[in-house]
């Protein structure tokens, strides 16, 4: 159980050092979060400078709310059991809001309804009340949660005279959507532009054709779940250990951009691997963390006991893996484009899209060297669409052989290159 004074006295240092440090660092992430410009990623900005989302606005108005609740110091004035119940209060807004939003989406796709507009005023009218409600509460709850979380890295040895430097912030927002370019011949990340969330699917890919046609690239526009701007952006959800996971993902890369690997992300696509594997890693690690302290009930349950395998009869086929089937695209995929055959990686791609889509998931509007480019970097858990490449395993093995996720961030946050974290490994294998 966590001691209630504990827990003030950690809400009246960190809210004071936030108005210190809210400003400072804010501005300086602000350049950092944008993309460093090359002759390439000016090439594609010809297709998407009308396009483009505006950092700077939204960060001033983040930072505006932040200052505000900081100054307040709401959280500070609840008893520390109400904190919890109040978070919990949020996601379950938060839920009923998504759940309104799908209803009126439904409402106006049926063909039985003639005037939508009028059938759908009740539920558009009870979709202002919540939202009225999610204003009012959203402040004090991301307050509370960066608290937790804050509280969280504390225990786990991640800050500096006791507290997170720089301190965990962040904001819930419609996120921008990513347009990821890669070279046909080889995958690789050249571009990434952060583009307006209201972007709608056919002007998605209408703008994907044109940077295709007129570049000979590939390219995808993604959704993301948050960006390391200061404070941090994640988009709005009602799952708390998701949101958890992601705002101490992107605090993680707060962090790194006050070191070595954080400022040298850009340099080459093996730092960024490290950047994000490591964000990953530990961002799961806080978030199990945050869980256990403040919301045991959903802490997922232990894994049940392995079976002892038993043969699988000739005629049932094996579960489709998501990830195990990814992988092996990945590979596949690197091979023919190595052999140079790039026509027939890409009709191997779309011919596995399908197979994927065949099984479930049709999120996958487009499987492409773009699509592995973006996704590739995320190699926190082996498989998936990082494929055979060496360095999301070492950063994996580099935490395994660390004894606590502090010395393992701490060691990798000072590294500014792949054969830094090699030499580490080699360094720590038996």
């Known amino acids: 159980m966590i001691k209630s004074q504990a827990m003030k006295t950690n809400i009246s ?6 108005l210190i440090a809210l400003l400072l660092f804010g501005m300086l ?15 594609v900005r010809a297709f998407t400078r009308q396009l483009e989302f505006d950092y700077a606005s939204w960060t001033l108005k983040a930072l505006q709310i932040k200052l505000l609740e900081s100054s307040l110091g709401s959280a500070a004035y609840l008893p520390m059991d109400a904190h919890r119940r109040l978070v919990l209060e949020y996601m379950e807004l938060i839920a009923n809001i998504q759940n309104a ?34 204003q009012k ?23 500096f005279l006791g507290q997170p430097i720089p301190p965990v912030l962040y904001h819930a927002t419609p996120l921008p959507l990513a ?13 990434n532009l952060s583009l307006i969330p209201e972007l709608s699917l056919e002007e998605q890919i209408a703008l994907e054709e044109k940077v295709d046609q007129a570049l000979n690239v590939s390219s995808l526009v993604v959704k993301i779940g948050g960006v390391g701007t200061y404070p941090t952006m994640v988009q709005q959800t009602s799952s708390l250990d998701w949101l958890s996971e992601v705002v101490a993902h992107e605090w993680v890369h707060n962090y ?22 490591a964000a990953s890693i530990a961002g799961k690690e806080i978030a199990l963390k945050v869980l256990e302290l403040f ?73 492409n060297q773009a699509y592995f480019a973006f996704y590739g970097a995320y190699a926190d858990e082996p498989g998936g669409a990082a494929g055979e490449d060496p360095v999301g395993a070492a950063v994996r093995a580099l935490r395994a052989q660390s004894p606590s996720l502090a010395a393992f961030l701490k060691r990798i946050a000072w590294m500014w290159s792949y054969e830094q974290l090699q030499a580490a490994v080699a360094e720590a294998s038996p």
């Not at 579960?319 to 027939?344: C, N, P, Y």
Request: glycine share 2%; charged share 25%; proline share 10%.
């Open 13 to 18: 240092w960190e809210s004071s050092a936030r």
């Open 101 to 134: 939003e799908r209803d009126l989406e439904m409402l106006y796709a049926s063909p039985e309804i003639s005037n939508p507009a009028l059938a759908s005023a009740p539920l558009r009218a009870k979709l202002r009340d919540f939202e009225a409600q999610r």
């Open 179 to 191: 347009l990821i370019v890669s070279p046909r011949e080889v995958i690789r990340q050249d571009a």
């Open 256 to 277: 790194l951009t006050l070191h070595p690997l954080g400022m040298s992300y850009m340099s080459s696509a093996e730092l960024r691997v490290m950047n994000e594997t």
């Open 137 to 159: 509460l959203a402040p004090l709850a991301e307050s509370i949660l960066q608290e937790q979380i804050s509280y969280a890295v504390s225990q786990l040895g991640l800050t």
């Open 29 to 43: 992430t602000l350049n950092s979060s944008l993309i460093q410009l090359t002759n390439k990623v000016e090439r």
């Open 295 to 367: 919301y045991a009930e959903l802490l997922p349950p232990p894994p049940p006991p392995t079976p002892p395998p038993t043969p699988t009869p000739e005629t049932q086929p094996p579960a489709f893996d998501f990830r195990r089937e990814m992988h092996l695209t990945r590979v596949t995929v690197d091979q023919l484009l190595a052999e140079g055959k790039i026509e027939e990686a890409e009709a191997y791609m779309e011919m596995r899209r399908r197979i994927f889509w065949e099984n479930g998931y049709r999120h996958l509007r487009k499987l």
